[in-house]
């Protein structure tokens, strides 16, 4: 399995350097953040992203995927537009949109039928230009946040052109078993996210509460080893995009050594040691 790089937290580097760093931690290639911060951003993406995936395959680097801002669900939006032309001109395969958000201000119904309205849409942008547009399983209240509530969004599309991104980490803190959401998801899974999950009690004013964690691959309550046999056992070939989200990690100074410890962990339990 090919193991890339969520390179959210390498913002402030330029094109070369992030390949660089990719190539030194050991990682196979990279999902591109376009978000304001970035060397590829919203305002530079058709000039540069093309350029960029030409120079990181020249460092053996694939660039398969690309995942916008967080708030990146208007399939009209000309920024948006321009991003899916680009990807498709650069040969890119996956774009990973933002979240939409429930509130109670809209029965939960009301909003699916919304969102899978902008969903037929960006299934047309993606068939378009030979991309395939992902809805990320995103914990709390999120559309899609787990297994089940993402095939209430994307059953029915093309799954060559609106697919699931399934993070297991993030279906831990739902509570969704894992086996389960893979078979829910099967026929659209085309991206796995790879960070881990925990929790930690914290006092409260007498009380304890439990606060959410983001530890180490081989150290949270998703056992990886487990979680990449069902995957594979499930048929899935793709990439696993590892985040880099780790406690303590997620600084300019220290995300790569975190990763390296993961990546090495993560070279460990996947097929072929791959």
């Known amino acids: ?22 190539k030194r931690t050991g990682f196979d290639g990279l999902d591109v953040a376009i978000r304001g911060n970035q060397c590829v951003n919203p305002g530079n993406v058709a000039s540069v992203l093309p350029d960029a995936v030409k120079t990181w395959a020249d460092m053996g680097l694939s660039a398969q ?24 001109r650069a040969g890119m395969k996956f774009i990973k ?23 037929e849409k960006f299934q047309t942008l993606s068939r378009h ?22 095939m209430h969004l994307v059953d029915g599309f093309d799954p060559q052109h609106v697919a699931v991104y399934l993070d297991p980490a993030h279906l831990a803190f739902d509570g ?32 304890t509460r439990w606060q959410k964690t983001l530890p180490l691959l081989s150290e949270g309550i998703v056992d990886w080893s487990t979680a990449i046999g069902l995957i594979t056992a499930a048929g899935y070939e793709g990439p696993l995009c590892y985040h880099g989200e780790i406690d303590g990690y997620m600084s300019s100074q220290r995300i790569l050594e975190g990763a390296a410890i993961d990546l090495a962990f993560l070279r460990q ?3 072929s040691g791959s």
């Open 1 to 22: 399995m090919e193991i890339i790089f969520f390179i959210k937290f390498l913002a402030g580097l330029d094109v070369c350097q992030i390949g660089e760093a990719c």
């Open 65 to 88: 995927l690309v995942t916008l801002e967080g708030n990146a669900v208007d399939p009209d939006d000309a920024t948006v537009q321009t991003i899916f032309e680009t990807c498709g």
């Open 97 to 119: 949109l933002g979240y939409w958000g429930w509130n109670a201000s809209e029965h939960y119904w009301d909003g699916v039928r919304r969102i899978r309205a902008a969903l």
């Open 129 to 150: 230009h030979g991309v395939c547009t992902l809805v990320h399983t995103h914990s709390d209240a999120c559309y899609g946040s787990n297994a089940s509530g993402v």
């Open 176 to 207: 969704e078993d894992l086996a389960m959401g893979i078979d829910i998801v099967r026929d659209y899974l085309r991206m796995i996210g790879v960070k881990n999950a925990g929790y930690e009690p914290v006092k409260d004013d007498g009380r």
């Open 269 to 271: 339990i996947t097929p």
